[in-house]
């Protein structure tokens, strides 16, 4: 009875220090942040000598542009959360030291915050998309490829209906958690 109990406690700590097996994802996800800050600059860089020809700007391709960025951002914002709230639900406390520019929302994201906060930004990201992809039906050279914005349409409509889903059963759980009162 000895001997099992060691060994149940050897498993169990190999098990609970196997969490530290996630930080090499969350720093995979800090270089996707940096690829994505680069993709940010290009943008950026792409579109400043257009938007710098104030007679000839077209304010179409700067909407499109300005979208593209905010894509781009908000991708950047969903990563950080990923990575912030993903460490410290599953490996460890980041010590901030009490920093004050510390986001109010570290420590206090669980698995099911996370997951509404993953499916919002998800749902934001594909409605860019989309309005992106119709404002190009504006240009008299581009094809019009319906079948694309079809598959773009039904993919943002499922990201929306799988983030009401989630929605509910959020709902559902903590009315089941909570001791209903007499």
């Given at each position: 009875m000895h001997n099992r109990n060691r060994i149940e406690a050897t498993l169990e700590q190999v098990l609970f220090k196997s969490r530290w097996l996630l930080a090499p994802f969350y720093l995979g996800l800090v270089v996707?942040?940096?690829?994505?800050?680069?993709?940010f600059v290009g943008e950026l860089i792409h579109m400043l000598p257009q938007a710098m020809d104030i007679l000839n700007v077209d304010p179409e391709q700067m909407i499109l542009?300005?979208?593209?960025?905010?894509?781009?951002?908000l991708a950047g914002n969903l990563v950080v959360i990923v990575i912030f709230s993903g460490y410290e639900n599953f490996v460890s406390r980041i010590n901030t030291e009490n920093a004050e520019d510390r986001p109010s929302w570290m420590g206090t994201l669980d698995f099911s915050g996370l997951k509404m906060k993953l499916i919002g930004s998800i749902v934001a990201i594909s409605a860019i998309s989309l309005l992106r992809a119709f404002m190009t039906l504006t240009e008299q050279d581009a094809p019009l490829d319906s079948e694309r914005l079809r598959w773009m349409l039904l993919l943002h409509l499922t990201f929306v209906i799988s983030g009401l889903l989630f929605a509910a059963m959020d709902f559902v759980a903590n009315r089941a958690e909570k001791p209903h009162a007499p």
């Open positions: 996707s942040l940096a690829m994505l800050l680069a993709a542009a300005a979208l593209s960025l905010i894509d781009l951002s």
